[in-house]
Structures are given as C-alpha cells and as structure tokens.
C-alpha cells in the first residue's frame, strides 16, 4: 500500500481518526512496572494492547527514547515490533539535513526502525527531505504550523510574495507531494482558523495534527476546521498519562475511548 492508502486503511479497520502519542517518560511511568526489566517498555506495550481496537496510528517522540540511550532506542523499536501491523506508525524526529546525513537518518528511520513515516523540518529544502520521499509506502510530515507559542517567531513572518512563512512552507510541500504523494503536514490543534485555511489551501496533503488535549486544543473545532480532509489527531499526555496508578491501563482505554466516541459524532 502507499503512504496515503496505510493511512486510510487504518482509519477505517477502527473508524477513528486517533493517533496516539507514546512520549514515555521513565520518570513517569507508574509504581506498578517500576520492578519490570524494561518498565517503559512494559508500558508501551499495556498502552497499545488498551487502545489497539480505538487507535488508527501511534507516535512515538525519539526524543524520550534518545535520552535513555541505547537501551532507549531498543525500547522504541520494540514498541515499533508491538504495534499491530494493520494500524500507522510515526517516528516523530523533526529531522532535516542534507546528502549523506539525511540518507543515515532515511536509513535509521524507513529501515533499521521501518516506521511507517517520520517528521521533518522543511527549512532546508528539497534536497534534505528528497531521499525519505523514495519509497512510496513510506512518507513524512512536514512541519507546517506548530501548537507552541513560540510558532510565531518565524512561522507567521510575512513574504515579499503575501503570504506568511507557514503558508509558502506548504504550498512548497504541497509541490513535492505532486510525485509519490508520500508528504503531509503538521498543523497544531490550537490554531483551528488557520487550520481550517490551510485545509482549502491543501486539500490533498494528510495532517498530522497535535495539540488537543494538553495543549490547549479542541477536538471539536479541530474536526470542524479540517472538514474531510486526511487527518491524524494525535493525543498523547491525555491517554497515557490519564492515570498514574495502578489503573493507567484502564484509565487510558477510557480517556481514547471517549475522544474517539466525539471523533465519530463529528465525522
């Protein structure tokens, strides 16, 4: 299948848009797994069998696995190894080099961890992305317009041509997905309004949407925003973390059950 069709496909074995976030922290993880060889591991694994039969995707932030080293990076291919192979997997790395460097991270990401895309930062152009576009069962989302305050110090900068910063970034990616139609962008939750502009403005490329939940966004104005375009919504503190008991299992099931519950009411 190709990158736009694994996502389609596992929006519908669920009817659900959800995509959730495994950005484990082993600080964080409950008193109950504390004793287990591998306790994030562990968690991973009991968060993905609650929510397996909810979720469309699941996204794993490196960044928390990088930080535990090299037993980190085992951990997160595990994780990868646990999600079920039906449903859409995402390295989030935020990546963006060029030549040999970029090829590493294609390799490191498509290959010895085979997600089914990554996350990239546009900013230094085609040819620091080109090579994760190759093959067309794999893909990447392009940040577009970020959730964090601090979007605004470079995304909404205005151009000599009209346009923001953020609008020419996907207008240019919207160019590169005109071959393997293998290119999405990030758009943040809590920017509903520019969302749902840059939804007509690129009707074609899938979003990877964060923000809802703990950052302040709205599922419902989400929803609205994007219309019927591709979408991921991705939550992740508001299911793994919906409990930090011995309940943690049990209270994330519930918490993605009732966001895909008003997923489906919105649909």
């Known amino acids: 299948m ?10 519908q074995t669920n009817n659900s848009l959800l995509c959730v976030g495994l950005d484990t922290d082993s600080r964080k993880i409950p008193d109950a797994l504390k004793d287990e060889r591998d306790p994030v591991l562990a968690f991973n694994k009991a968060i993905i069998d609650a929510t397996a039969d909810l979720a469309c995707s699941y996204k794993l932030n490196l960044a928390y696995y ?3 080293g090299s037993k980190g990076l085992d951990t997160a291919l595990a994780t990868l190894e646990h999600i079920p192979k039906h449903l859409f997997s995402i390295a ?3 990546r963006g080099d060029i030549g040999s460097t970029s090829d590493q991270y294609a390799i ?5 961890m085979p997600f089914d895309c990554v996350t990239l930062s546009p900013y230094m152009g085609f040819d620091s992305v080109e090579t994760f576009l190759k093959d067309q069962t794999k893909g990447a ?17 205005d151009l000599a041509s009209g346009k923001k910063l953020y609008e020419h970034v996907t207008d240019t990616v919207s160019s590169w997905n005109t071959t393997s139609k293998n290119c999405g962008l990030v758009v943040g939750a809590t920017k509903p309004s520019e969302l749902e502009a840059l939804r ?15 950052q302040g966004g709205s599922l419902a104005d989400v929803m609205n925003a994007n219309g019927k375009g591709i979408a991921l919504i991705n939550v992740s503190r508001g299911i793994s973390y919906a409990s930090t008991g011995s309940d943690f299992k049990e209270a994330a099931r519930k918490a993605a059950m009732t966001i895909v519950e008003e997923m489906q009411s919105l649909m």
Do not use: M
């Open 66 to 68: 990088e930080a535990n």
């Open 200 to 214: 007509h403005r690129a009707p074609e490329l899938p979003f990877l949407v964060p923000g809802v939940g703990a």
């Open 92 to 94: 989030d790395v935020k």
């Open 108 to 112: 490191a990401y498509q290959q010895a």
């Open 2 to 11: 190709t990158f736009v069709e694994k996502i389609v496909s596992a929006q």
């Open 141 to 157: 989302f392009f940040l577009g317009l970020t959730s964090n305050p601090g979007a605004r110090d470079f995304q909404y900068l």
